[in-house]
């Protein structure tokens, strides 16, 4: 949720994680083992537990890009 005003920003959130906290090794990692068990898909829930790994290992690394683009 994101509210915008004037003066002021507020962003809520479950989470949020530092640019500079980022790790592209381990992101990558994360990656790879949520897709290993989408392939192997024992459970409904293991598979739905790896899918949300896989998009906050796909969305660190994103982040990770946009960071370099900029710079930083």
Do not use: F, N
């Not at 083992?33 to 790896?50: C, G, L, P």
């Not at 906050?56 to 982040?63: D, F």
């Amino acid at each position: 949720m994101l509210e915008v005003q004037p003066d002021v920003l507020t962003i809520l959130a479950d989470t949020a994680v530092r640019g500079k906290d980022l790790d592209e090794a381990k992101a990558l990692q994360a990656k790879r083992q949520a897709e290993e068990v989408m392939k192997t898909k024992i459970s409904e829930i293991e598979y739905a537990r790896a899918q949300a790994e896989l998009i906050e290992a796909v969305s660190q690394l994103a982040a990770i890009q946009k960071l370099r683009k900029r710079g930083h």
